[in-house]
């Protein structure tokens, strides 16, 4: 660390710990100057001659407590998450992406070069995971297979988080399905509803359409149902279909998601009953959603459409980073007074005025220092792109981001279920200890930006079947790039 880094983290420290500085010393002088100079008899006759005010000061403390512990908001407990493992024939090398392709005849020699080297430069391993139904030469695109990968898929994570937490699933309150682009009748929540035999009462939501990001929307969701629910449980699903959404056209744009998108689901339980914080892992502190749909551009760079062969797939557009920055910064503007220490807040405050004052239109905004405020961070894994522009955005160290990075590289770009398979690689690594701040970031379209910020209850082990179990030991591995 070197000194400018010292000279910060003190001005860090003093500016967050002044008020106690300031005000607890004298604080104390008064009490001790009032208490020194009543006897005990002195005490007892206040007490005496002012006992219907002392009554009634009880009462209205009594009442103010009531009040408050009755209209805060419950708290929200992440008991436990399970993070889908895919079978091990299902693995997909470079070598054998490369040769599948190349059996399509769809693909014409431009396409096969075009994806090659997007696969080079994704940052993605030789152990990714896609459906059986892609393996299959030809593949299958059906909706018989898209169900198979859906039932593999949510129902593998369920049956671990119910084996690791030991719940009925009766005791479900709440259901919250999100699957962007495989909505099928009936419904995905339907689907797990009838599998596992949910009570008939159960809050079920099933969200389409809202891309990568949709993680986050489904536990502000869960979170806010369970404002409204007592004593309950909200099972929370993030999962991505591949099967019927494979693109079969040569439009450069629609080609990336091939190289990209991999087989993965989560599945997250909350509570809000008082007797499970002990038993669980994080307490959910933060949700910021931020949306910029209104903005054309922004509401089209990732669109599902047909080409001119009426082929159908999910186009990219090359605004896409430029337009994730902004909702990026959008986000954190909000996100950063709930969660910078005044310190950061005073310097990006005074750079803000500074700036207006002068008309300085060349001075860069300050970018406030996040790494005060989170101890670890799961950034989406939607690409190399998108994990080297939020390390220099927000400028952080390879450590802060090697959770993303490796999530890229062992499992692909699993659309909503990313984070939780980069908290499971933080967990695995012995890192989570009580007390650390864990910040979500996740981005889809539409355009959104979505953040999510927990706290870690105690220092958490990684669950049993955790995804990382069977190879954390070959992590972090080098990354040309």
């Known amino acids: 660390m070197n000194s400018r880094n010292y000279v910060k983290l003190g001005y860090h420290y003093l500016i967050t710990h002044f008020l106690k500085l300031m005000l607890v010393p004298?604080?104390?002088?008064?009490?001790?100057?009032?208490?020194?100079?009543?006897?005990?008899?002195?005490?007892?006759?206040?007490?005496?001659?002012?006992?219907?005010?002392?009554?009634?000061?009880?009462?209205?403390?009594?009442?103010?407590?009531?009040?408050?512990?009755?209209?805060?908001?419950?708290?929200?407990?992440?008991?436990?998450?399970?993070?889908?493992?895919?079978?091990?024939?299902?693995?997909?090398?470079?070598?054998?992406?490369?040769?599948?392709?190349?059996?399509?005849?769809?693909?014409?020699?431009?396409?096969?070069?075009?994806?090659?080297?997007i696969l080079v430069r994704s940052g993605l391993g030789e152990e990714t995971y896609l459906p059986e139904s892609i393996h299959c030469t030809p593949p299958r695109p059906t909706m018989a297979a898209a169900r198979e990968e859906a039932e593999q898929v949510i129902f593998g994570a369920l049956d671990n988080l119910f084996e690791n937490t030991k719940i009925n699933p009766r005791e479900i309150g709440v259901l919250v399905v999100n699957c962007s682009l495989f909505n099928p009748t009936p419904s995905l929540s339907a689907m797990i509803v009838n599998k596992y035999k949910l009570r008939g009462n159960v809050k079920s939501f099933n969200l389409g359409g809202m891309g990568c990001?949709?993680?986050?929307?489904?536990?502000?969701?869960?979170?806010?149902?369970?404002?409204?629910?007592?004593?309950?449980?909200?099972?929370?699903?993030?999962?991505?279909?591949?099967?019927?959404?494979?693109?079969?056209?040569?439009?450069?744009?629609?080609?990336?998601?091939?190289?990209?998108?991999?087989?993965?689901?989560?599945?997250?339980?909350?509570?809000?009953?008082?007797?499970?914080?002990?038993?669980?892992?994080?307490?959910?502190?933060?949700?910021?959603?931020?949306?910029?749909?209104?903005?054309?551009?922004?509401?089209?760079?990732?669109?599902?459409?047909?080409?001119?062969?009426?082929?159908?797939?999910?186009?990219?557009?090359?605004?896409?980073m430029a337009i994730a920055g902004e909702a990026l910064k959008t986000n954190i503007t909000t996100l950063g007074p709930l969660v910078l220490p005044i310190s950061e807040q005073i310097l990006f405050f005074a750079t803000f005025v500074a700036k207006r004052l002068f008309n300085a239109k060349k001075q860069k905004p300050y970018i406030p220092d996040f790494k005060l405020a989170f101890d670890h961070f799961c950034i989406h894994a939607g690409g190399r792109a998108v994990i080297d522009e939020l390390e220099k955005s927000l400028k952080l160290s390879p450590i802060h981001v090697e959770a993303s990075r490796m999530t890229l590289h062992r499992f692909g770009n699993t659309s909503s279920s990313s984070i939780w398979y980069e908290l499971a690689y933080t967990e695995a690594k012995g890192r989570m200890r009580k007390g650390n701040r864990v910040w979500q970031i996740a981005f889809g379209s539409g355009f959104k930006c979505n953040s999510a910020v927990w706290m870690a209850l105690r220092d958490v082990e990684p669950s049993f079947k955790n995804p990382w179990e069977h190879c954390i030991d070959r992590y972090p591995v080098k990354i040309d790039l």
Not at 99 to 113: A, G, H, M, P, R
Not at 245 to 272: D, E, H, Q, T
Request: charged share 20%; aromatic share 10%.
């Open 26 to 117: 004298p604080v104390m002088a008064v009490l001790f100057t009032n208490v020194s100079l009543l006897t005990l008899n002195q005490l007892q006759l206040q007490l005496q001659y002012n006992l219907v005010g002392v009554i009634s000061l009880i009462t209205f403390a009594i009442f103010g407590c009531t009040v408050f512990f009755m209209s805060r908001p419950r708290s929200v407990y992440l008991v436990d998450y399970s993070c889908y493992l895919p079978p091990s024939d299902q693995k997909v090398s470079y070598q054998k992406f490369m040769n599948n392709s190349s059996l399509i005849q769809d693909f014409s020699e431009s396409s096969l070069e075009f994806q090659r080297k």
């Open 213 to 320: 990001s949709a993680g986050v929307i489904a536990v502000d969701l869960a979170s806010d149902m369970l404002q409204i629910l007592r004593n309950t449980f909200a099972l929370v699903v993030s999962t991505e279909n591949i099967t019927q959404n494979w693109y079969f056209g040569n439009k450069k744009a629609m080609l990336i998601p091939n190289c990209l998108f991999r087989v993965g689901g989560s599945a997250v339980l909350l509570s809000n009953k008082p007797l499970d914080r002990k038993r669980s892992k994080y307490k959910l502190v933060h949700t910021v959603r931020t949306h910029k749909g209104s903005d054309e551009k922004a509401f089209s760079c990732v669109y599902q459409e047909q080409d001119e062969c009426l082929k159908t797939g999910v186009s990219l557009s090359k605004d896409l």
